[in-house]
């Protein structure tokens, strides 16, 4: 069997216990850590052949490089991708002892979400995540519009023109005492502001945030 056309199955975590072995003095030691290297690789393979057909074929289909195997420590089934200049793979997540047509999408979605090597650089993917978070402040932006346009549209004349009044005197410092309809009309005004969602937080504006908080 070929693993993206590789003889055996070597994950991230077996190629550094591997170079660690190379390291060791002790020869007896160091043959003992090889079989152990070896029974890795074979539980490896195992967890491959143990994942359902279909799963593996659906997410062959997004990305030829990625693929399921079973870790039989954790008792899950593992997401790894293979790394084409190191030819290992490397473990993305682990999921439910039990994969599900729902548990394959989630991943799909997961590795869309983060894939940087579709962009051309760093800053690339940063530009793009930027234009993402600008697209969901405009949409919470024009939603937080809308609530509040229809607030005014249900408004009446005489309603409209005493809000202008109150306002015009909160600004002078008057103390303004809401009454029967007015205050129900107010209520709700403070009601869908309250009910607008906060813009996504950009790398750069989480700093400052950060940096202001100290």
């Known amino acids: 069997m070929s693993y993206c056309g590789q003889e055996r199955y070597i994950t991230d975590r077996v190629f550094a216990f591997d170079a660690i072995i190379h390291k060791l003095d002790d020869v007896p030691m160091r043959l003992k850590a090889s079989r152990l290297v070896g029974r890795l690789i074979e539980l490896n393979e195992a967890g491959y052949r143990e994942v359902p057909a279909w799963a593996q074929k659906k997410i062959r289909a997004f990305d030829p490089l990625l693929c399921w195997r079973f870790d039989f420590e954790?008792?899950?089934?593992?997401?790894?991708?293979?790394?084409a200049e190191r030819k290992i793979f490397c473990t993305i997540s682990y999921w439910?002892?039990?994969?599900?047509e729902g548990d394959v999408y989630d991943a799909i979605c997961l590795c869309r979400?983060?894939?940087?090597?579709?962009?051309?650089s760093?800053?690339?993917?940063?530009?793009?995540?930027?234009?993402?978070?600008?697209?969901?402040?405009k949409a919470n932006?024009?939603?937080a519009t809308d609530k509040v346009l229809g607030v005014?549209?249900?408004?009446?004349?005489?309603?409209?023109?005493q809000f202008v009044k109150t306002e015009q005197a909160m600004h002078t410092g008057e103390r303004i005492r809401p009454y029967s309809n007015?205050?129900?009309?107010l209520e709700r005004m403070e009601k869908s502001g309250a009910e607008i969602?906060?813009?996504?937080?950009?790398p750069n504006n989480l700093k400052n945030r950060r940096r202001t908080q100290k």
């Open 74 to 83: 954790r008792n899950q089934f593992a997401l790894d991708r293979f790394d």
């Open 96 to 100: 439910t002892d039990r994969l599900t």
């Open 113 to 120: 979400k983060g894939d940087m090597q579709k962009a051309d």
């Open 122 to 137: 760093p800053e690339d993917y940063i530009r793009q995540k930027d234009a993402e978070a600008a697209k969901i402040e």
């Open 141 to 143: 932006s024009d939603r």
């Open 152 to 161: 005014v549209d249900s408004l009446t004349d005489r309603q409209i023109e």
């Open 182 to 185: 007015d205050a129900v009309t």
């Open 197 to 202: 969602p906060a813009p996504p937080l950009k």
